[in-house]
């Protein structure tokens, strides 16, 4: 769930706020496992950072760590999405609903969900909404 381990570590000493020793280190973006205990966390963001074919793993994980009604917060480019709808309906499946959704901007999409339970569908379930597509970049 994070992307620059280094700079999740720098964070608190770039803010004023000084080392914090008992926090837990960030866990590579390849992990879909992060360290961290079922529903410890307030908010979770996953900015960028949806770009494998595995998104519903990190999406149960996020679920897994967040408090009951914690928020989950999503800033992805929009043309990766060929239906938004769809991905929304998927991502209320896995136990969010959507608070707010800002589609104003023409290159990213944000996204506020909550935690509202463990996901509703079982791991075999398919949920189509979730398949983004690839990221074009383009000369401006």
């Given at each position: ?5 280094e700079?999740a570590?720098a964070?608190?000493?770039a ?14 973006a ?10 410890s ?30 928020l ?18 998927a991502?209320?499946k896995l ?20 935690k ?8 075999k ?14 000369r401006r």
């Amino acid at each position: 769930m994070f992307e620059e381990p280094e700079w999740a570590e720098a964070a608190p000493v770039a803010a004023g706020i000084g080392p914090v020793t008992s926090w837990p280190l960030p866990a590579a973006a390849s992990q879909n496992k992060v360290p961290l205990e079922d529903e410890s966390v307030d908010v979770a963001v996953f900015c960028l950072s949806l770009m494998g074919t595995n998104i519903r793993d990190f999406l149960e994980e996020a679920n897994r760590v967040l408090k009951p009604g914690g928020l989950l917060k999503v800033a992805e480019v929009s043309s990766r999405f060929e239906d938004v709808r769809t991905f929304l309906r998927a991502v209320t499946k896995l136990g969010f609903k959507v608070v707010s959704k800002d589609l104003t901007n023409s290159h990213f999409f944000l996204f506020d969900f909550q935690k509202t339970g463990p996901p509703q569908v079982g791991p075999k379930a398919q949920l189509s909404g979730l398949k983004l597509q690839p990221c074009l970049y383009k000369r401006r």
